[in-house]
């Protein structure tokens, strides 16, 4: 019976190591170092013919606690999440981050930030950003001689 190599992808052995290293070099206070960058919402983007669509995870979070602005091809989303500890509660891991969070996203062309819409449902955040006009491709007639 043959067992199958499935290598894993470049980036994900790059963090491994990454992981391993600063472990090894700072001991188990580094644990701290790379979670910093897991902490950052995870955001897909995509483009239809005149919307730009974002969806960010934000589980635990109440629209009261979501700041949304929108300056040309910029949108900003800034999150407070409230710190719930108890008394008498000792923490052994504590990766959820607690405080404010801002994540700065660059989107693919301009849009009109007076039309953008949003939606919490279910910890994810759907935002719906209508292109500009002079983002919008437009047909150009060509006339003949």
Partial sequence: MALGYRPRHPLHQLRDEMDRLLTGFFGPAAEGIMPAFRNQPAVNVWERDDVVMVE???????????????????????????????????YHRRERPVGPLTRVIHLPVEVDSNRVEAQLRDGVLTITLPKAESAKARKINVVGA
């Avoid at 606690?65 to 800034?78: K, P, T």
């Fill in 56 to 90: 960010m995870e934000v589980p635990g979070v109440k629209s009261d606690q979501l700041d949304l602005s929108v300056a040309g091809a910029e949108l900003s989303v800034r999150i407070e999440r409230p710190d719930t500890v108890e008394e008498g509660t000792a």
